[in-house]
Nanobody, 117 residues
Framework: QVQLVESGGGLVQAGGSLNLSCSASANIANINFMRWYRQAPGKERELVAGVPRLAGPHYAASVEGRFTASRDNTKNMAHLQMDSLKHEDTAVYFC???????????WGQGTQVIVSS
């Protein structure tokens, strides 16, 4: 079973940037979706971005144009480049590997992002 480890979170001022990484312990080339979710205090977990295996990434409306999601199947990595960060982007960010056909639905432990206003 693949395991995921996120990194790259931290404290940044509004308008700044962070690059989150998700390292997988096994081959992700055949996993349909590598997704990024976030959960802010007192709120439900929400989908931020997803990178399908055979299509371009998709984004939540709240981050469209500011975040860029990617995956590198050769390195078993996923990335989330976050630019023009806002205070409301403050949350714990989670990496998720999801594949309906193989039954894979794996989460990382999360990485904290704090954006100071």
């Amino acid at each position: 079973q693949v395991q995921l480890v996120e990194s790259g979170g931290g404290l940044v001022q509004a308008g700044g940037s962070l690059n989150l990484s998700c390292s997988a312990s096994a081959n992700i080339a055949n996993i349909n979706f590598m997704r990024w979710y976030r959960q802010a205090p007192g709120k439900e977990r929400e989908l931020v971005a997803g990178v399908p295996r055979l299509a371009g990434p998709h984004y939540a409306a709240s981050v469209e144009g500011r975040f860029t999601a990617s995956r590198d199947n050769t390195k078993n990595m996923a990335h989330l480049q976050m630019d023009s960060l806002k205070h409301e982007d403050t949350a714990v960010y989670f990496c998720n590997a999801y594949d309906y056909w193989s039954g894979i639905d794996v989460w990382g432990q999360g990485t904290q992002v704090i954006v100071s206003s």
